[in-house]
């Protein structure tokens, strides 16, 4: 990967202001409910047996690896979205799968689980990253698994 290099104090000024405007947005309402929901859910998790939550821990990872496989499948026959529509996409696709309950969740849930898989791979390929390779691979499971920006997301 190459790094990036400011020529001058304005493009310096105009990128930091990029990313603080990005890391204001990081913190609206709706990760702010998602960051709720998922420490919910590590507590429950936390208190499983041990054997049940091995197994738990192993079939998710499993899961996971095979969402990353189809969303890198996916990339020879489907081009990249737009940021716009692959929000839309999630959004209805996790709304539909909400209204219906635990069924429509279950179906919803690794479809979705793909799709952000892929959004984050897409913009691991515009950076020049080959998602063929095995630390790239990780590295999206990695960022897919973070939580937010935020030290209180953790």
């Known amino acids: 990967m190459t790094d990036i290099i400011f020529t001058d104090q304005l493009h ?3 990128e930091l202001e990029n990313i603080a405007k990005r890391y204001k947005n990081a913190g609206r309402l709706g990760i702010q409910v998602l960051n709720l929901i998922g420490t919910r859910a590590e507590g429950l998790l936390c208190r499983l047996p041990k054997p049940i939550s091995e197994q738990l821990n192993y079939v998710t990872w499993i899961a996971l690896e095979q969402a990353l496989l189809a969303a890198t499948k996916s990339r020879k026959w489907l081009p990249d979205q737009s940021d716009w529509l692959n929000t839309v996409v999630g959004t ?3 709304a539909v799968g909400g209204v219906g309950g635990l069924p429509s969740a279950l179906v919803e849930l690794p479809v979705t689980t793909t799709l952000m898989l892929r959004i984050i791979e897409g913009v691991a ?3 020049g990253f080959d998602p063929m390779v095995k630390s790239v691979r990780l590295e999206c499971l990695h960022v897919f698994s973070s939580a937010g920006p935020f030290e209180h997301d953790d």
Do not use: Q, S
Request: charged share 20%.
């Open 125 to 127: 390929v515009e950076y």
């Open 92 to 94: 209805t696709m996790g």
């Open 12 to 14: 310096l000024d105009a």
